[in-house]
């Protein structure tokens, strides 16, 4: 698979971007909502990978829709998880996945950098990728049915809660002094641009949202939705440091792997309990 996030290379940057700019560049590199991209610049990737969990919150009320529908019509949990997992890969033109597989085929090759970048590059997936895609989704669809099987409420929200965390791994992963592995794609244009502070303040704002979403159902619920975001979190900084020592840098098939990663990871917690 080729690394599908490269686009044109960025622009001599303005000293700042409007919000809607910021919007547009999120809406327009990590979905495929109309959003027409105004500007590619370091300035307006800034605003837009701040603006990231915002279009994980439209993917995850796009996709919970369908499942609550279909809940509502009688159908099963398993039935309703499977479409609401299927509707961020079509929203994303299934990017994300395809970025998973490509980091597990660089991770697993025990290939120096600039080779591990070269198989991430090529347009066939390779066993590690074909295995590490297949259980992502399985662990995502039961996961997610195992919620919806306890309330299409909770599922609703699992569903939401998972696309905006997603999208703050990818932001959290452009925070300074987080390297780009090449000069040109995505990784290079977003590598770096989101301030620490600035990417810490969205974090603690995503996980009080979180939280405060579902403490109409009681604390527990509160505290596990916190706790979902959270090691999500965890998980994708992980994988995140694991590429950085393996590729010297992000790639977009990393920033891909990472929301999956983080979106697989804070079903499994919603799920428990």
């Given at each position: 698979?080729?690394?599908?996030?490269?686009?044109?290379?960025?622009?001599?940057?303005?000293?700042?971007?409007?919000?809607?700019?910021?919007?547009?560049?999120?809406?327009?590199?990590?979905?495929?909502?109309?959003?027409?991209?105004?500007?590619?610049?370091?300035p307006a990737a800034r605003t837009g990978?701040?603006?990231?969990?915002?279009?994980?919150?439209?993917?995850?009320?796009?996709?919970?829709?369908?499942?609550?529908?279909?809940?509502?019509?009688?159908?099963g949990p398993l039935l309703a998880a499977a479409v609401t997992v299927a509707v961020p890969a079509a929203l994303t033109r299934g990017l994300h996945?395809?970025?998973?597989?490509?980091?597990?085929?660089?991770?697993?090759?025990?290939?120096?950098?600039d080779e591990a970048l070269r198989i991430m590059k090529q347009s066939d997936i390779g066993p590690f990728g074909v295995v590490t895609l297949v259980i992502a989704m399985l662990v995502q669809v039961a996961a997610l049915s195992d919620v919806y099987a306890d309330s299409w409420i909770?599922?609703?929200?699992?569903?939401?809660?998972?696309?905006?965390?997603?999208?703050?791994?990818?932001?959290?992963?452009c925070r300074e002094g987080v390297p780009a592995a090449r000069?040109?794609?995505?990784?290079?244009?977003?590598?770096?641009?989101?301030?620490?502070?600035?990417?810490?303040?969205?974090?603690?704002?995503?996980?009080?949202?979180a939280a405060a979403a579902a403490l109409p159902m009681g604390l527990p619920a509160a505290g596990r939705q916190a706790a979902a975001v959270l090691v999500a979190l965890l998980a994708a900084q992980l994988l995140l440091r694991r590429c950085v020592r393996r590729f010297d840098g992000v790639t977009g098939d990393v920033f891909g792997a990472l929301a999956e990663v983080a979106a697989t990871t804070?079903?499994?917690?919603?799920?428990?309990?």
């Open positions: 698979m080729t690394d599908s996030f490269d686009g044109p290379p960025l622009t001599p940057p303005p000293e700042r971007a409007s919000f809607p700019d910021g919007l547009r560049f999120a809406f327009g590199t990590l979905t495929v909502l109309p959003a027409r991209i105004t500007r590619w610049d370091r990978m701040a603006c990231a969990p915002l279009a994980g919150l439209v993917v995850g009320v796009l996709a919970a829709v369908p499942g609550v529908l279909l809940l509502v019509l009688g159908g996945l395809d970025g998973l597989a490509d980091t597990a085929d660089g991770l697993g090759s025990a290939k120096p950098a909770r599922g609703a929200l699992a569903a939401v809660v998972a696309a905006v965390t997603a999208r703050l791994a990818m932001t959290l992963a000069p040109g794609g995505l990784g290079a244009a977003v590598a770096g641009v989101v301030p620490r502070a600035v990417a810490a303040a969205i974090a603690v704002l995503v996980v009080a949202a804070a079903l499994i917690v919603l799920a428990l309990g």
